[in-house]
C-alpha cells in the first residue's frame, strides 16, 4: 500500500534561492570540462541564437540549429574547430511533436586533442514534408549514411546526388520502416 502523503508539506530550505543558484552554477561549471566548454563558446560566440545547446559532456557535445543554417555551422565547425569528417547520420522521428531529428555525429582524424571528441549537429524537419540540405558537400562521409536517413525514415536531403534506394527493395511502397508508425504486415 502506497502511503498518503498529500498534507506533508516540503521542507523549507536554509538556504536562500540566490545561494542554491549560485552553488547549482558552481556545480555545473565544476561538471563541464574545459576544452568542450571552449569549443561551445567558439560556436556560440561565432553564431549567437542560431545555436541551441542541448548537452555538454565529456567527450560529447550535442547541438541544435535551424535546417537553413547547418551548412554554414558545419563548414565552420569543419574549417575553424577540426570536425573533419561525419561518423555517422542518424534519425529520429518525433510524431507527437510531428518532426524529424537527424543527428550529424562528428569526429576528426587530423587532429589528435579531438580524437576522443563527438560533436553531434542536429537539426529538425516537419515530418510531412521532411526535407533537409545535404551535408554532402561539406563531409563527403555522409553519402550512404544521408541515403540510409532517407531510405529508412524519409528524410529528403535536398542538394544529395543519390537519394535512391540503398537497402530496401527497389520496389518497396510502404511507409520508412523506422517511422514510429511503420508495422510489419500480419502483426
Known amino acids: 500500500m502506497i502511503p498518503d502523503n498529500s498534507n506533508i508539506e516540503p521542507k523549507q530550505s536554509s538556504r536562500s534561492k540566490d545561494s542554491l543558484a549560485a552553488s547549482t552554477n558552481e556545480v555545473k561549471s565544476k561538471i563541464v570540462p574545459d576544452f568542450e566548454q571552449n569549443i561551445v563558446s567558439t560556436l556560440t560566440s561565432e553564431f549567437l541564437d542560431k545555436i541551441e545547446t542541448i548537452y555538454v559532456r565529456p567527450m560529447r557535445i550535442k547541438i541544435r540549429v535551424q535546417p537553413e543554417d547547418i551548412i554554414s555551422i558545419a563548414t565552420f565547425i569543419k574549417s575553424k574547430l577540426g570536425f573533419d569528417h561525419a561518423e555517422s547520420v542518424a534519425g529520429v522521428d518525433f510524431p507527437k511533436d510531428n518532426q524529424i531529428e537527424v543527428v550529424y555525429h562528428l569526429g576528426s582524424y587530423s587532429r589528435d586533442d579531438l580524437l576522443p571528441q563527438i560533436l553531434a549537429l542536429s ?65
Do not use: C, Q
Not at 162 to 169: A, D, I, Y
Open 123 to 187: 537539426t529538425r524537419t516537419n515530418r510531412d514534408d521532411a526535407r533537409l540540405p545535404s551535408l554532402i558537400n561539406v563531409f563527403k562521409s555522409v553519402e550512404y549514411h544521408e541515403r540510409e536517413t532517407f531510405e529508412m525514415i524519409g528524410v529528403y536531403f535536398e542538394g544529395h546526388p543519390r537519394n535512391e534506394r540503398f537497402l530496401l527493395p527497389e520496389d518497396w511502397a510502404d511507409i520508412p520502416p523506422l517511422r514510429k508508425e511503420f508495422r510489419i504486415k500480419g502483426r
